[in-house]
């Protein structure tokens, strides 16, 4: 299916109330945010997109692709089912290289050239993670950054899923403005769970999420996208000291003032 757009059309939220937000449309090429406290709904709304609900989950929302109900088989076969969710818990289950799990699954997706769509996968999920991944390293004995970073390249370019959920993906120290970034460099509907000012900032538009009902849609305009530039220079020196923490400096008083100077001349 050429998928065009999605739209998901509004159930009733945890008291059986109906929701404020009677829906929205998605469209390849859009990255929006869902937002909102703890426990509000976030992830019961991806979970609906995911399974292409049609008023049989819990919040009697319905999921439509190209206006048309979605065939039950693509939400139960693999091959067809056109979503990739990167959730907060991931697990593998076999130890493989991480260089042989990727040519396994470009194989498997019928890859034309698989050294190079193995090496366009590696090299994007390395400008997410500070820790670099390598073929020969173990899928098990990946971080949950070099994890996360793998798994959205992996969707990104091998299963070049046209519609990619990603669960706070900033709990995992992804490097975030890189991955929005490189995310829009590519026609697919990106839809991001978070609590990160920055990741909601530059997104297209956010879902607010309130009681598990969708409340409201907040379209991004020019003061919020100033917004997030100016954060962008807070978050540039948060990922600077991680990086000299982990790599076993000492922050003296000389060194932090170099790097804030450094750091704000960039930007």
């Known amino acids: 299916m050429d998928i065009k757009k999605i739209t998901i059309i509004g159930g009733c939220g945890k008291d059986g109330q109906r929701e404020d937000l009677e829906g929205f449309e998605l469209k390849m090429g859009d990255i929006i945010s869902i937002v909102g406290p703890t426990g509000c709904g976030k992830t019961t709304l991806i979970n609906d997109i995911e399974m292409f609900a049609n008023q049989n989950t819990p919040s009697g929302r319905t999921v439509l692709i190209n206006d048309e109900t979605v065939p039950e088989d693509y ?52 400008q997410l993670t500070g820790e670099s991944i390598n073929r020969e390293t173990g899928m098990t004995e990946l971080s949950g950054g070099q994890t996360r970073s793998l798994l959205i390249a992996d969707a990104v370019i091998i299963g070049n899923s046209p519609i990619i959920l990603l669960d706070e993906i900033e709990n995992a120290g992804i490097h975030r403005t890189k991955a929005l970034e490189l995310l829009k460099r590519y026609d697919k509907i990106f839809i991001f769970v978070t609590h990160d000012s920055r990741i909601a900032l530059l997104s297209d538009f956010r879902i607010v ?10 379209h991004t305009g020019e003061e919020e996208k100033r917004a997030a530039q100016e954060l962008k220079k807070i978050d540039d020196i948060m990922l600077e000291f991680r990086k000299l923490i982990r790599g076993g400096e000492q922050i003296s008083e000389e060194i932090f003032n170099e790097h804030i100077k450094n750091i704000q001349h960039l930007n």
């Open 75 to 126: 939400s139960f076969d693999p091959s067809k089912h056109p979503i990739a969710l990167i959730s907060q818990h991931t697990n593998f289950l076999s130890d493989l290289p991480v260089g042989e799990f990727l040519q396994i699954h470009a194989t498997v997706r019928g890859a034309e050239n698989i050294e190079k769509v193995i090496e366009e996968t590696l090299d994007f999920a390395n």
């Open 209 to 218: 999420m309130k009681n598990g009902c969708m409340k409201k849609i907040i």
